[in-house]
């Protein structure tokens, strides 16, 4: 049989270093046999043994006396074949390996990393996109409230500013003494705020006035009931029972006090009904609180100096009407006083200078008043101050000129009511 040649059997080694790692042994030892067994293929051992770090592929050493050591017989220098040996190869390799490995591991635990940090934001996104929703939802309610808010204000608003228009109408025509024009107005807010106390009592102030008593004291009565603490209401209520029933009035005016003791209108009127019942002190006493509370109104100063001409205190009296006088024109020059109160202040002004020619002047506003108080209550009124003014500085009531200007009748009415009222007392 033919021996291999060096060519073939170092081919012969390349091809089987292709193998697995674990026949690599096997392969090398029978490789270097083969070149043992031939002189011829001592050139290819030689080349073999020369590369570093293969030991294993040295020229062995005899292992006895019968085995000869192969010697190189060509003269001739071996061309030199730089060829990595499978142990480098082996190891570079594994290393390969475990670099890819471990870039493996790397870039698991980046991925690993990132998906996990990845789901705690997709996690946070959610969470947040939740809750622009949840406020997104809240905003959408909050401004569907706002806007039902804001469409009932305005609606709030034209009724306010309705209001606010019938009610002056009202007050203008009140100060007036155009009492229906002033129901009118009074009775069309009441359609739009059917609950307004203060209305109510405007309201039934006109019915008074026009001596529609009953329908008065429904409506405050309705008054006092909703709201126990309306004071006003309680002082229009003592008003309808004046002349009815003097000592119910009182009780009403008083109550109309203790719930507002700043009104000086609740003060004034307390006054009047201490008066009726000749209480004449402690009706000073309750105009002095209203002046104390009011010193620009002109009727609290009237209504004292009446009292106090009754009491013989004609020098006060004579201050407190010159005063009186006064804020009544300046209150006439900005409306607001009623007429028909500032022409009687004016009246007790006149007559009280006490001469023929203001006694003629007082007259003919008497005459003014009796044409001018369209309404039996209010000149009821005026003839009950004129009343007690003249019979507190002892005039014949008979003759008098100023009374002569209003129906007889009703004179004399008014005068029986005094007399009844001071027989009670």
């Known amino acids: ?29 029978m490789t270097v046999d083969r070149l043992r067994s031939s002189s011829a293929n001592s050139d290819a051992l030689e080349v073999w043994g020369t590369m570093p770090g293969h030991p294993a592929l040295q020229p062995s050493q005899p292992t006895s006396a019968t085995e000869p050591e192969v010697v190189a017989t060509t003269n001739a220098p071996p061309t030199p074949v730089v060829t990595p040996d499978a142990g480098t190869l082996l190891d570079a390799a594994n290393l390969a390996l475990q670099i890819s490995v471990a870039v493996v591991a790397l870039v698991t635990l980046l991925i690993a990393l990132t998906a996990f940090f990845g789901l705690r934001e997709v996690t946070e996104l959610r969470r947040r996109s939740q809750e622009l929703k949840d406020e997104l939802r809240e905003s959408s309610t909050a401004r569907a409230e706002l806007e039902k808010r804001l469409g009932s204000l305005q609606e709030d608003l034209e009724s306010l500013v309705l209001v606010a228009h019938l009610f002056n109408e009202g007050q203008v025509a009140y100060r007036r003494g155009d009492y229906d024009r002033a129901i009118h107005f009074y009775s069309d807010v009441l359609h739009v705020q059917p609950g307004n106390s203060k209305v109510q009592v405007r309201l039934a102030r006109c019915y008074i006035n026009k001596g529609m008593n009953g329908r008065a004291e429904r409506l405050l009565r309705m008054a006092t009931s909703a709201d126990p603490g309306n004071g006003d209401a309680w002082r229009a209520l003592s008003t309808s029972r004046r002349y009815v029933d003097l000592v119910e009035a009182v009780s009403h005016a008083e109550r109309a006090v203790e719930l507002d003791e700043g009104s000086m209108d609740n003060w004034n009127y307390l006054g009047l009904l201490q008066r009726d019942q000749g209480r004449h002190m402690e009706a000073a006493a309750s105009h002095d609180e209203a002046i104390r509370l009011a010193p620009l109104d002109p009727l609290g100063y009237f209504y004292k100096a009446a009292l106090l001409i009754r009491l013989n205190r ?5 201050s407190l009407l010159r005063e009186a006088y006064a804020k009544v024109e300046a209150m006439r020059r900005t409306g607001r006083i009623k007429e028909i109160w500032a022409s009687t202040i004016e009246w007790a002004y ?9 006694e003629e002047r007082a007259a003919e506003i008497a005459a ?32 008098d000129l100023s ?4 129906p007889t009748n009703e004179v004399q009415r008014e ?5 009844a009222m001071e027989v009670g007392i």
């Open 1 to 29: 049989m033919a021996r291999p040649s060096a060519q073939s059997a170092v081919a012969l080694s390349w091809q089987f270093r292709t193998n697995s790692a674990g026949d690599f042994g096997a392969l090398r030892h």
């Open 314 to 318: 004609t020098d006060d009296a004579d």
């Open 350 to 358: 006149r007559r009280h200078l006490d001469s023929p020619e203001q």
């Open 368 to 399: 003014e008043l009796a044409r001018d108080c369209t309404e039996e209550r209010n000149r009821q009124a005026i003839l009950s101050h004129m009343i007690f003014y003249l019979r507190a500085t002892d005039t014949d009531l008979a003759t």
């Open 403 to 406: 009374l002569g200007r209003f």
């Open 415 to 419: 005068i029986n009511r005094i007399d």
